[in-house]
Every structure is written in C-alpha cells, then in structure tokens.
C-alpha cells in the first residue's frame, strides 16, 4: 500500500464527488475535511492486504475508489463474503465489537481506501457531535445494505 497526501487526494476527489458515497452523504464538508485532514490514506494494488484473517483491528477502512473483496477465512480458500464498493468500509463491525476480522481483505483492483483509526474515529463526537452521529448512521446503513445483500445472495 503506498500512502498518499492529503493534497495528492485532493487533486483527483472533489467534495462533491465524496459527497456522491453513501458513507459521506449528508456530511458536511468541514466535517469531511477534518476526517481526511485526520485519516491515513491509501493507494493500494490487488495482493495487498488491508485486513489479515483473525487480525484485531485498530480502525476500519472506507473505500473510496475501485473494489476489495472479503474473504471468510483466508484469501487462499476463496470463500468471498462480500465485494466492497465505493462508499462502502470493512473492519467496522470488527472495531465496534472489539471481534477479530473474519477473513482477509484485499483489493481486486488499484483502489484508494481511507484508513479510519479508533482514536481518531472516538474523537469525532468532540469535534462535531452531529456530525458524527451522521457518519455513523451512514456506515450502520451500509452494514444493513451488506448484511441484506448476504442475505439475497444465500
């Protein structure tokens, strides 16, 4: 994964266009702003690994552009969970629950993914309470999307 300046960011992701991913949609750009101000933000390549099986995360990623998959279990058994799209984040209910990943994580392809830490995610309340109420029903919703999109799919 090769890391990535907020002003590379901003040369190729308008507000708006985040604004256009359900995980930012009614957030205010100040808000945003102070989030990419605060994140790690990623270029990755297939092959890279956001999330290991049984890794205990310390963030959850939100991606931005180009797809990753979810494994249950190790990316070698192929079992894929679920294919993440842009909008959509992976390792958040693992944070939440203070539960291990449970699978790998990998892009499928180039991707950019922000890397959302738990001391930075802990410290939005303070900095907007509103607004942070906001991101989280954004990413409840986009946990409910996946656990129907699972459930179709069985």
């Known amino acids: 994964m090769e890391p990535l300046t907020k002003a590379q960011f901003d040369q190729q992701y308008t507000f708006e266009h985040l604004r256009e991913l359900s995980v930012f949609g009614a957030l205010t ?20 690994l956001l999330f290991r099986d049984s890794q205990s995360p310390n963030g959850f990623y939100i991606q931005i552009e180009g797809d990753s998959t979810l494994y249950c279990g190790p990316q070698l058994k192929n079992q894929i969970v679920n294919v993440l799209r ?48 906001i991101l989280l029903m954004n990413l409840t919703r986009n946990i409910c999307r996946a656990y129907i999109k699972h459930a179709i799919q069985e």
């Open 29 to 48: 750009q100040d808000f945003v702003e102070h989030l990419l101000d605060q994140c790690e933000i990623y270029r990755t390549e297939p092959g890279d």
């Open 86 to 133: 842009p909008g959509e984040c992976v390792g958040f209910i693992s944070m939440l629950s203070m539960n291990p990943v449970i699978g790998d994580v990998t892009p499928t392809v180039g991707s950019v993914v922000l890397h959302i830490r738990n001391p930075l995610f802990a410290s939005l309340p303070e900095i907007d309470g509103e607004q942070s109420f």
